[in-house]
């Protein structure tokens, strides 16, 4: 064997060694100065989280960050750390600063977990990229208009009539049901219609009729904790590739391919979502990727946020007896003077100020997301609520954080109470309206909130009207479970409204 060779190989491994050594030793350097000597050093939080990532992973693989998050901020002040370069602000005057107004913080790697791996396939929820995000936002944003989804109404109203018969089976049986499942099934099926021109049939058949409802949990619970290390995704998708398995994202688009490809030009007539998505890829506006991943973001992101609010309206409805009276009390006094329809238009529930004030205390006490609304500092750096963060660090607002604010919603702020948003006055409102990030903020506000808010607008003064609800537990208190959305578990009885009470 040649010595020349044998040396050169020997050589050859040393120097990757000393590299790798020289790498590892600078990244502890990198972490000990973070951690002792840079500019967020002083910033508290759990010890550990100093030097790992692993708490932020056990916290969250426990289902309860949201809960966690506010009990930091008690204890450590409005700015926690949460990981070595990840810090939770509880400020509203940081809001405009990060999310608003041009902002130059992207989104962290965390939502790259929820999407493809390849960068030119991330949705509208997943893309980090400020400009691509834009581009892609822009090419779609008028089938999101509040003066186009109200055309959508009459795919909310066939499922509002599908959910009330369903309600009266449970009623005539006196069977108890489990109330966020059911707001699941309803919810998809809301999104179907509107997506589809026709729903999954998921609240005829009473279960998970292709499997998208446990697909779409599988890649909330994968991206909520490879999100913790989300420089790993793109290996992960790789490796599962390699060995035949898909990760859970791909499940859920090999679904959405299966519903477009079915998808005839005889079809394309009607007012749905995929029809109007459709003509626009037929001008070459956008791209087939561009209808899969719209799609995809519709089915995947736009049924558990409304599910998990309507879940909750019931629930504290149902806790605070003289909130679901008044709310009733508005629904009948109306439907007596002939001033709402059946089923009450969704222009008919914007002039219901009892009703609106329900669904914004709703979204105040229990948001959907319960996680950071994390975003990646400038590499310039940036002073937040009074500390300077170095370039590349993760902040951001925790919209069950900043609900929970006293300085902004009063010190009442763990009560379900909707006359805060009827009492308060022009500067408080206003101060109040901007913390509300139950749907994102700014430029990254959910591309689907009017969607949701045309759901929940039209079905609570429905369900309100013909029906009483009863928790089976009133005296307990709910499950809940964390992996971005907080879902709940909790069971109700459902009886119908006498003809002379309405």
């Known amino acids: 064997m040649d010595m020349g060779a044998i040396t050169f190989d020997v050589l050859g491994q040393s120097y990757t060694v000393k590299l790798l050594l020289?790498?590892?030793?600078?990244?502890?350097?990198?972490?000990?100065?973070?951690?002792?000597?840079?500019?967020?050093?002083?910033?508290p939080g759990p010890w550990v989280t100093r030097f790992t990532r692993f708490w932020e992973l056990r916290a969250v693989s426990r289902g309860d960050f949201e809960h966690t998050n506010i009990a930091l901020h008690k204890k450590y002040g409005p700015i926690v750390r949460t990981a070595p370069f990840t810090f939770s602000i509880n400020d509203p005057a940081v809001?405009?600063?990060?999310?608003?107004?041009?902002?130059?913080?992207?989104?962290?790697?965390?939502?790259?977990?929820?999407?493809?791996?390849?960068?030119?396939?991330?949705?509208?929820?997943?893309?980090?990229?400020?400009?691509?995000?834009?581009?892609?936002?822009?090419?779609?944003?008028?089938?999101?208009?509040?003066?186009?989804v109200v055309g959508y109404e009459e795919f909310v109203d066939r499922c509002?009539?599908?959910?009330?018969?369903?309600?009266?089976?449970?009623?005539?049986?006196?069977?108890?049901?489990?109330?966020?499942?059911?707001?699941?099934?309803?919810?998809?099926?809301?999104?179907?219609?509107?997506?589809?021109?026709?729903?999954?049939?998921?609240?005829?058949?009473?279960?998970?009729?292709?499997?998208?409802?446990?697909?779409?949990?599988?890649?909330?619970?994968?991206?909520?904790?490879?999100?913790?290390?989300?420089?790993?995704?793109?290996?992960?998708?790789?490796?599962?590739?390699?060995?035949?398995?898909?990760?859970?994202?791909?499940?859920?688009?090999?679904?959405?391919?299966?519903?477009?490809?079915?998808?005839?030009?005889a079809d394309n007539t009607g007012n749905d979502f995929l029809t109007k998505l459709l003509a626009l890829r037929k001008t070459d506006k956008i791209s087939r990727v561009d209808v899969d991943i719209t799609i995809g973001n519709n089915i995947a992101a736009g049924s558990d946020t409304t599910a998990s609010t309507l879940a909750a309206v019931v629930y504290y409805l149902r806790k605070h007896p003289q909130a679901e009276a008044k709310l009733r009390e508005e629904i009948d006094a109306l439907a007596g003077e002939g001033k709402i329809s059946d089923p009450v238009t969704f222009d008919e529930a914007r002039r219901m100020p009892y009703l609106q004030a329900c669904i914004k205390?709703?979204?105040?006490?229990?948001?959907?997301?319960?996680?950071?609304?994390?975003?990646?500092?400038?590499?310039?750096?940036?002073?937040?609520?009074?500390?300077?963060?170095?370039?590349?660090?993760?902040?951001?607002?925790?919209?069950w954080v900043l609900h929970y604010n006293e300085d902004v919603f009063g010190p009442d702020v763990t009560v379900f109470r909707p006359e805060r948003w009827l009492e308060a006055d022009k500067d408080r409102l206003s101060l109040m309206d901007q913390s509300s990030i139950s749907f994102g903020v700014g430029s990254r506000t959910c591309i689907g909130k009017n969607i949701s808010l045309l759901e929940m607008s039209k079905v609570i003064p429905q369900l309100y009207r013909q029906f009483e609800f009863e928790l089976v537990n009133p005296d307990g208190k709910w499950a809940t479970w964390n992996d971005l959305f907080v879902k709940q578990k909790f069971d109700c009885y459902v009886k119908e409204r006498r003809l002379s009470t309405l």
């Open 95 to 148: 809001v405009k600063q990060i999310y608003l107004g041009g902002s130059a913080y992207p989104k962290a790697g965390f939502y790259k977990c929820f999407g493809s791996p390849i960068p030119e396939e991330a949705n509208i929820f997943s893309d980090t990229n400020i400009k691509q995000h834009a581009v892609n936002r822009r090419k779609i944003a008028s089938l999101y208009a509040m003066s186009t």
């Open 361 to 399: 205390e709703v979204l105040r006490i229990h948001p959907a997301v319960g996680r950071l609304l994390a975003r990646i500092v400038p590499p310039e750096g940036a002073t937040l609520s009074g500390q300077y963060f170095p370039g590349g660090t993760t902040v951001g607002v925790s919209p």
């Open 22 to 43: 020289l790498v590892l030793a600078g990244a502890v350097i990198r972490t000990l100065y973070r951690a002792y000597g840079g500019p967020t050093a002083r910033i």
């Open 160 to 265: 509002n009539g599908q959910f009330a018969a369903k309600l009266r089976e449970f009623a005539a049986t006196r069977t108890a049901f489990d109330v966020t499942t059911w707001m699941q099934h309803y919810a998809y099926d809301v999104i179907g219609e509107i997506t589809f021109g026709k729903s999954f049939g998921i609240i005829e058949r009473g279960h998970d009729t292709d499997n998208i409802l446990h697909s779409v949990d599988e890649v909330l619970a994968y991206g909520a904790r490879m999100g913790v290390f989300p420089e790993l995704h793109p290996w992960v998708a790789w490796v599962t590739g390699l060995l035949g398995i898909k990760i859970p994202f791909y499940s859920v688009m090999e679904y959405i391919y299966s519903q477009i490809n079915s998808r005839s030009d």
